[in-house]
């Protein structure tokens, strides 16, 4: 048996002046603002992986469940031989729990992170010496422009989009469809039986979804605090994460919920020669997740090209797993 070796291509550079002008310019702005992004560095997403354990915070263990009880028909709808485009891989390890019962033909995983993917990718190749692998830094929310090499590979095969995690709750409704259309492009070049796999949070309770952005054991609020001290090392700033508390609110009218930092007194933040200065209860507004009904959420798949659906969920209707072709 030859063991196989993965291959690792990055499409996009960082560009720190980049950065620096966009965390400026949402520091500056009337309603102080920050990408998520910049909540994963190393401790953000130790923390992020401490939150998915909390009792309150509901979406990993519930998409688990629904992957659990609905196997065998999940199962049907993955493409045999399929080159499995895993977005968002991180640790890889719910793709890989969906291998056993199906035949992936090649798992392609996606990251913004590729020093993360490929270690790995390199333990995983270990446990599926003979599956081609290949890692992918990518940011696919602005682009899903594969390296040419693989984009032919994708034309040859099926492919199955995975996109698990209601990671898409984190884009704004119009960016959620133009992401959608660019993995329904891909799949409309693919071979058929093409599709895309995604986990999605649904409307519900405004106590349950604010309990589970805000936890009692304060976790969700350091994983908020500590994209301050990210910030501080990217862009020279001097916030002291003693000065600000964490709050979470569900905004019934855009189906969202937002996380802020609120500013416990007035103080000014200062960088090189620039300051800006926050009024006391004036807030940082850190992250949107929005939350999907199941008629909007299919309305928005058919809107992004994709024509037939289905839908699992658990008892409660608190999530929901969509297959879409
Ligand atoms: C990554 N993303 C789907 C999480 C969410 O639920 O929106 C991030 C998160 N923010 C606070 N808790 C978890």
Known sequence: MTQRIPSFY??????????????????????????????????????????????????????ASIFTEHANEIHRHIPLQAAWIDLGAG???????????????????????????????????????????????????????????????????????????????????????????????????????SGLLIGIDLVKSRQVLELAYDDELGVTAAFNLNVLRHINTLLGTNFDVRDWRHKALFNEAESRIEMHLIARHALTVRWGS???????????????SYKWTIPDFDSLLKSAGFSETKYWTDPQQQFAVFWAS
């Open 274 to 288: 620039r300051s800006r200065d926050f009024q006391a209860g004036e807030g940082i507004h850190t992250e949107n």
């Open 10 to 63: 990055k499409t996009f550079e960082i560009d720190p002046a980049a950065v620096v002008a966009e965390l400026e310019s949402g520091l500056c702005s009337p309603h102080a603002h920050c990408s998520p992004k910049y909540f994963y560095n190393a401790l953000g997403s130790t923390l992020f992986e401490a939150i998915t354990h909390l009792p309150e915070y509901y979406p990993t263990r519930t998409e």
């Open 91 to 193: 640790s890889c390890q719910k793709a890989v729990s969906l291998f056993a019962g199906t035949t992936p033909g090649m798992y392609v995983a996606v990251d913004i992170s590729l020093d993360y993917l490929t270690g790995t990718l390199i333990q995983l190749q270990r446990s599926h010496p003979t599956l081609e692998m290949v890692g992918v830094g990518m940011d696919f929310s602005s682009s899903l422009d594969f390296p040419a090499v693989l984009a032919s590979q994708f034309t040859e095969r099926p492919v199955f989009a995975f996109y698990p995690g209601s990671s898409l709750g984190n884009f704004t409704p119009s960016e959620a469809q133009k992401f959608l259309g660019r993995v329904s492009h891909v799949c409309q070049n693919a071979q058929t039986g």
